[in-house]
């Protein structure tokens, strides 16, 4: 008889701890095959620092094919579930299309940009979600302080060394904090450009503080770290529109900036809603055991899933990296036991914490829910990356060693243009290179 053929879309958090747990649990008593547009799971917390030359790309990437093995990798990104043929369509990296017979599914396709009705924020903004976003952002930024050293105008030198940064939650609040950091290292070093001052940082968020999901205590700490690197925090405000030369908020003040960065948060997958199943705000509606209700042999967890909050009733786990980790390892028992092979069990996950890394000894944390102080913060927060990533720690190690002894390396590569990451796309992790690509400012 054929082996049973579980399919695992998406190599996320989710996806990637959910084909992890079956590969080991299952010993080859299933063929476990992991749809994935990349050969890497992304460690997405540290893309920040890619951005801001601490870390090299590789170093936050983590090869699927070398640390599972036992799993068949397809390239691919899933463009329709054929719930009733249980079929998953998928469109290669060629363009080609393929398809894939499941015997089990877990849908863990995660999540995407959040756009909101806002004029040219399509157009002229770009967004944290991917690795080509971030080295977009590191050339464009590092490209920008060059272009002002040359700039005919000090309008034009201004605008060009302002950044804006939309939304103050983990990712924004992180890329201003880095980036205030990055700019002022390449100031230093451009001395002929240290006649206009310390580059400009403005993050704009519509909340009334920073990082308002989380605890006061954080939010207050993260609020004097970046002030006291100059970043200007817009609070209760939002963009109103955004041009190829600037940003105008809705209190009126008309920003000249030529960088406007989108962190104002993330929503699920659209081939979520596309299945044709309940949805909860886009995210697919499991239960406890994060089944698919009505179809016993679809699981769906991490961003892609409403995962009911057994320790709060009536609420849904929320969107973070710390749930969809779980919630793949829970949805990978979960298939395991359908097919014979331990207990079905509940999600059922408490807080451990957050960690918000600030750039240099600073950070924001509060792990098991006690509040860390000054560079003990900053020590937990990456001793905690380093135990979270399931891959390249000694790489990453040594790379921030050498931050703290060494320049860093501010050269532009020119490899991913502003047309090759749009900010209205379902695949944030590939560059767009169909087309031209939108001229750079």
Not at 63 to 86: H, I, N, W
Not at 192 to 216: C, F, H, K, M
Not at 237 to 253: I, P, R
Request: charged share 20%; aromatic share 4%; glycine share 10%.
């Amino acid at each position: 008889m054929s082996r049973s053929r579980v399919v695992v879309v998406g190599a996320g958090f989710a996806g990637f701890h959910a084909a992890r747990t079956l590969v080991r649990t299952l010993r080859g008593q299933a063929e476990v095959v992991l749809l994935n547009p990349t050969d890497y799971f992304l460690y997405l917390p540290l893309l920040p620092q890619v951005a801001a030359g601490i870390l090299e790309p590789r170093r936050v990437t983590v090869s699927l094919p070398g640390t599972l093995p036992q799993a068949r990798l397809v390239l691919g990104t899933a463009t329709v579930v054929d719930l009733a043929e249980r079929h998953v369509h998928y469109e290669g990296p060629e363009g080609e299309s393929g398809r894939l017979d499941y015997d089990r599914l877990v849908l863990a396709v995660g999540s995407v940009n959040k756009l909101l009705p806002v004029p040219g924020i399509a157009e002229h903004a770009h967004g944290f979600r991917g690795l080509p976003e971030a080295l977009y952002l590191r050339d464009h930024v590092t490209r920008q302080m060059e272009l002002a050293l040359v700039a005919d105008s000090a309008e034009e030198r201004a605008a060009r060394r302002t950044f804006v940064v939309v939304g103050a939650g983990y990712t924004g609040t992180e890329v201003a904090a880095h980036g205030a950091m990055f700019t002022r290292a390449l100031a230093d070093r451009q001395r002929a450009g240290n006649r206009d001052g310390r580059p400009r940082w403005v993050l704009v968020d519509i909340a009334d503080r920073v990082l308002p999901e989380l605890d006061r205590r954080l939010s207050d700490t993260a609020d004097r770290v970046l002030r006291e690197r100059g970043v200007e925090i817009r609070t209760k405000t939002s963009v109103k529109e955004a041009t190829a030369n600037g940003a105008l908020l809705d209190d009126g003040d008309d920003i000249a900036t030529r960088t406007l960065v989108w962190c104002v948060g993330v929503r699920p997958d659209p081939l979520v809603s596309d299945i044709g199943l309940p949805v909860e705000r886009g995210r697919l509606v499991v239960d406890s055991a994060l089944t698919v209700p009505g179809h016993p042999e679809v699981f769906a967890c991490g961003d892609a899933a409403a995962v009911p909050d057994v320790t709060r009733p009536g609420e849904y786990t929320p969107m973070t990296a710390q749930h969809a980790t779980r919630q793949g390892r829970t949805a990978g028992h979960n298939v395991a036991a359908s097919l014979g092979r331990g207990a079905r069990r509940a999600y059922v996950h408490h807080d451990l914490g957050f960690a918000v890394d600030l750039g240099g000894v600073k950070a924001a944390a509060n792990p098991l829910g006690v509040a860390l102080p000054g560079p003990l913060a900053g020590a937990v927060t990456r001793a905690y990356h380093l135990a979270a990533m399931p891959g390249n720690r000694v790489r990453v190690a040594a790379d921030w060693a050498l931050d703290a002894v060494l320049p860093r390396q501010a050269v532009q590569l020119g490899l991913v243009r502003s047309g090759s990451v749009p900010l209205d796309t379902a695949s944030p992790e590939l560059a767009r290179f169909a087309g031209a690509p939108s001229k750079e400012q």
